[in-house]
Structure formats: C-alpha cells, structure tokens
C-alpha cells in the first residue's frame, strides 16, 4: 500500500524540527558559548569566531526547511601556485568534519557545511564551528605561504623601506629570509607540503 505523497510530507514535517525550532537551539548554543554572533532575519546567524593566525573567521548559518547550510570565508583567491594550494585544500578535506574547502566563481577559498535539522543540537553545532576555526585559523598561514608568496615579500620589503612594522609578517620572515640565502635565479623548489 502507498501512502500519497501528502501524507509522506506530512510525516516527515512532524519528525522533522521546524526551521524555527533549529533557529531556537542555534540562538542558545551560540549564547552559552558566549560566541559574537547577530542574527539577519530570523532564519540567519552571523558568527565571529576568534582566532590566533586569522584574527577572525565570520561565519554564516542559514536554517532551510530541512537543515543549516555552514559557510565560512577563508581567503582571496591565491596570486600563485593555484595547483599547490587547491591540492593542498583537497588533502586537508580528507581530514575535515562536517565542513569542506570549496572555491566560488573566482577562486576565493571558503570551508562549506550541512546539518540536517535532526542533528543540530549544541553539541553537534560545536563541532561543526570547531572543525571551521580550527581548519580556517590553522591553514591561513599555510595557504599565504602557499598562494601569496610574492606578496608577502614585496610588502616585507616595502615596510622595511618604510620603517613600518612588521609584527604581522613575523610567521612568514622565513620566506624573505630563503629568498636572500638562495643564489640568484634560484627558484623556491617543491614544497614539502605539496608532496
């Protein structure tokens, strides 16, 4: 015997959290875990999750009908060595809970996520920021070393002309620092993370 298809949806609708019950247990968990957060409609939380190498990770939870969608920007788009960094991010998945690094339309870096409605629970929702703090603060210095190599040493040594500081650039001062130990014409060779 079938059941029509109404009363399948039926059923599923009284099994399944309402959007609103989600919202609800997400505005606790974040308030418990006293996490920066605001909140665009009823349905939208915007996290700020602290951390140590990126100083922040904004993070955004969407509650649908049948579950929360997580997304978290990481950065811009690599200036170079795009292969390297994008191989690197898909070794790091292997490695990721209940979140993945994804690129957009142009190459911007984000880690991406889903809940259904039924496991979201303060918990779960923990797990979930936790595994995005840890992947996006983690790996930030990485993917700069990465995909913005370059860059990194054009602003050292712009700010050394300067007089600037350089507190921010301390992780990378070994890049600048290979680059003036290597003889001229010398390339930057494989990274031991790419192999």
């Not at 259904?116 to 303060?122: C, E, K, L, M, P």
Request: hydrophobic residues 35%; negative net charge; charged residues 30%.
């Amino acid at each position: 015997m079938e059941i029509a298809s109404d009363e399948r949806s039926a059923s599923v609708s009284e099994q399944e959290p309402t959007a609103d019950a989600v919202s609800g247990i997400i505005d606790a968990a974040l308030k418990e875990r006293e996490l920066d957060y605001s909140r665009r409609g009823e349905n939208q939380f915007v996290v700020e999750l602290p951390g140590e190498h990126k100083l922040k990770t904004t993070t955004l939870l969407t509650v649908g009908n049948h579950g929360v969608r997580v997304e978290a920007f990481v950065c811009r788009k690599p200036d170079e060595n795009f292969e390297v960094v994008y191989k690197y991010l898909l070794r790091r998945n292997r490695r990721l809970y209940g979140a993945y690094y994804t690129i957009d339309k142009i190459g911007d870096i984000y880690l991406v996520g889903r809940m259904s409605a039924h496991a979201v629970t303060g918990a779960e929702l923990d797990r979930v920021l936790g595994s995005i703090l840890e992947a996006a603060d983690g790996d930030f210095n990485t993917l700069l070393e990465l995909g913005f190599a370059s860059s990194i040493k054009r602003e050292w040594a712009w700010r050394v002309s300067r007089g600037e500081s350089l507190a921010n650039l301390e992780p990378f001062k070994h890049l600048v620092e290979d680059a003036q130990d290597a003889p001229s014409g010398a390339g930057w060779g494989p990274d031991p993370r790419s192999q």
